[in-house]
């Protein structure tokens, strides 16, 4: 009988897989941010150990609960949301918090053709 045909293994086997993509998915996070708060990793695009230090910091720090993805269609950013509520949407109100208004008040301000 093979290993896998267990019903118990095969939710243990499915629990370490998705363990390990869960990993992989906040490593790939991590890196976003890190990027996203810190720069790249410089030229050769190789990271240094100080920003492997940043990695391992955010990721054992309560701190992660506030790392969010940018709201902007466009940008894949993200961000440490440090704002008292704690309701932070754009990595910067400069860039894709305006767009986002001025989109917004276009849509509700622009009277359709022929109206």
Known sequence: MSLLANP????????????????VVLGFA???LR????GGGGESGKSSGKNNDF??????????????????PRC???????SRP??????SMETCGNKSKK??????HTTAPGA
């Open 55 to 72: 990695d391992i910091t955010l990721a054992t720090s309560p701190a992660l609960a506030q790392v969010r993805s940018c709201s902007g």
């Open 8 to 23: 118990a293994m095969m939710k243990l086997v499915l629990a370490v897989v998705l363990g390990m993509v869960a990993l």
């Open 35 to 38: 990027q996203s708060l810190v």
């Open 103 to 108: 989109s917004t008040w276009r849509a509700k």
């Open 76 to 82: 894949a950013a993200w961000f440490l949301d440090t």
């Open 30 to 32: 991590l890196r976003l």
């Open 86 to 91: 704690g309701n932070r949407r754009w990595c």
